[in-house]
């Protein structure tokens, strides 16, 4: 896939090298050559800024899709390591009587 960073990049230098081909192979008076620099220098802004605005709205929706997806991670985690924890604490309390039932017998024998 084509990453839109490289695309604003490609057609920011496509439009600089036209036009300063344009100026090389087609000289013009003066005011008229600083004019048409002006109104490319105006497009290549243009065309920046909607660049930038379209890639801001990918990045915040890429963000809004990032969040979602973590937050649903983050509750499978949690939800398994609940599980989990509730299988050390069966284990823990097996153990747990396991060692009361020893020690009535050592108190028995006492």
């Known amino acids: 896939m084509i990453n839109k ?3 604003a990049i490609g057609l920011i230098l496509g439009s600089a090298l036209g036009a300063a081909l344009g ?4 000289p013009d008076k003066g005011a008229n050559t600083r004019e048409y620099l002006k109104d490319e220098s105006l497009n290549v802004v243009d065309v920046i800024k909607k660049d930038a605005s379209v890639l ?3 990045l915040t929706a890429s963000v809004k899709v990032g969040k979602a997806k ?3 991670e983050i509750g499978i985690v949690a939800n398994k390591a609940s599980h989990k924890a509730d299988d050390v604490i069966n284990v823990l309390e097996k153990g747990l009587k396991i060692l009361k039932e020893k ?5 028995k024998t006492s």
């Open 56 to 58: 801001k709205e990918d």
């Open 103 to 107: 020690n009535k017998k050592l108190q």
């Open 23 to 26: 100026v090389l192979f087609a």
């Open 70 to 72: 973590f937050k649903e």
């Open 5 to 7: 960073g490289t695309v």
